[in-house]
Each structure stands twice: as structure tokens, then as C-alpha cells.
């Protein structure tokens, strides 16, 4: 990973999802098709962003990594249900084929759904906090970031929208929701879990709402731009799908523009916070500088 990623924390998620990561093995198929889907890479951004954030307000790592590695179960189920046939139809994600091109497309669905209650069942089974509404209110986050006024809200108008026309708030719309929320839903529950006060907060959710609408830019200029062999999915298909994209919309230049000034927003809202923000800050330089 890159220097201004940090890669001890990142090493702690890796570690603490294989401790938490069910025992059961019956049936055997569904245990190996999220295990293939989990354990197959990826950076763990939102799972890094829950410590990291948990840990400008003075709270350790190891205290919300219930929390983390439950982001990254539901992450990983969004990409799951993402590549279906029925969605984007791909058959490479983060190097390995995906999970219903290895496991078929009944137990694709299945394996996304069972990660995404097993993240609830494991944020209510061993995340800790010193006031337990903390807990309730970590859970209504994800929930929400998640759902409807979420994550499927924005897959929903993403789907509606593919070969058409769409103005910029449409766009946008898409993006803050579809990519966002989770994001911002990370790094407001690790700041809730540390017990950040309500305008710690508020700073907070400036930065990461910038910070996920900057992800999803860069995300749709790596598509264009990216090497299939670096991002372990195949680059260019957004084109091929017709799905509308910053490049497609504002061309690559004016795309990549819009990064660094949505990076710097969020930067800057750091500023507001009288505490050590750096590594916030490097992961808001790590968007913008990635490859993958
Ligand atoms: C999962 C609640 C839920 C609903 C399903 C399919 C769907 C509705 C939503 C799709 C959301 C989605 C996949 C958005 C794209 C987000 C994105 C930029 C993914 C890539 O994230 P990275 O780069 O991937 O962090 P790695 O592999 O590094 O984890």
C-alpha cells in the first residue's frame, strides 16, 4: 500500500476478521463463498477509516474493530450483489472471479446477504462501549448508510440512469449515496464509539461526506484510466454499460479537478477540529493520489 496508507491498521482489520469471521462450516458453500469474497483483498478503506477516526477522539484500536470489520462485511456485500448478472454483470473483483462467477448465482445472493446480517450480529455481539446507546446509535448509522436513503437508494436512481442524460445534482445524488454514505456511516461510528461530541461530529461528516464523493470520482476516473491488473476488476466497463460517471459526464480533466478540490474540502474541514488529524488527512490524499 501506499506511504500516507496506514498499513498497521490495516493489518489489525486483516487480522481481527479472520478471528471473528464465524467457525461454523455448515454448509460448507456459503462459508467458502463469503470467505472468497472477503478474504480476496481489497484496501479496507471504511474499516480503516472506523479506527482511525475512533482514534483522533482517544479510542483504541482494538475497541472498535467489531465495528470495522462489520463495515467491511457489509462493504464486501454490496460488491457481491454489485457484479450480479442482474446489476453490473462482472466477473473479476479485487483479482479473483466474482463470487457468483465461482459459486454460482443462488449462492452469490445468499453469501452477500448472510455477511450482511452476520455484520449486524457481530457489532451486537462484541462491540463495546462505555455508554451502550453508542452501540445502538453505530447500528443505526450502518443501517441507514446501507438502505434505502442509502447505499440502495443510490443503486436504484445509478441503475434508472444508465444510458441516459443526467445533470450534475443527479450525479452527485448517485455518488454521495451509492459510495458515500458508507463511508461517512465509517468514520461517524468510530467517532461515536469514541465518544466525539455532537460537533466534533458535524466536522467529521463535512470531511467524509467530501471525502466518499471524492472516492466514487476517483473511482469512475480509475475506471478509464486505471489498469485491470492493478484494480483487480475489469477497467472500462462503466463506458460499456453506459453508466453515468464524472469522466462521462465533465470529460477526464475537469473530473480529476473536481477530485482534488473535493479532497481539499475535506482536508479542510479537518482543520476545524482542535485534535490530530494527520492520518485523516493522509486518507483523504491516499483517494486522490490512488491507483487502485
Ligand atoms: C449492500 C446494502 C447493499 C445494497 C446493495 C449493489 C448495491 C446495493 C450497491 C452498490 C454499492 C457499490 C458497490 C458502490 C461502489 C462503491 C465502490 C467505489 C466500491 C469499490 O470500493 P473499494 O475501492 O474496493 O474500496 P476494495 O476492493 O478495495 O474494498
Redesign the pocket.
Known sequence: MPSKFPEDTRLLIEEALRRYFPQTTCPETIYEAMKHSLFS??????AVLVVESAKVFGGRAEDVLPTACAVEY??T???I??DLPA?DNDDLR?GVPTCHVAFGEDIAILA?DAL?SEAFRLISTLQKANDPQSIIQVIRELATA??VSG??GG?VVDIQSEGKTVDEETLRFIHEK??GELIKASVRSGAILACASNKELEVLTDYATNLGLA??IT?DILDVVGDTAIL?KTAGSDERRGKVTYPAVFGLKKSEEMAKITVDRAKDALKRLNRNTDTLADLADFVYERRF
Open positions: 483483498g481489497g484496501k479496507r478503506f471504511r457489509i462493504h456485500y454490496s460488491l450483489h454489485d446489476i479485487r452477500g450482511y446501507s438502505g447505499m440502495v443503486q451509492k459510495t472516492f466514487q473511482d483487480g
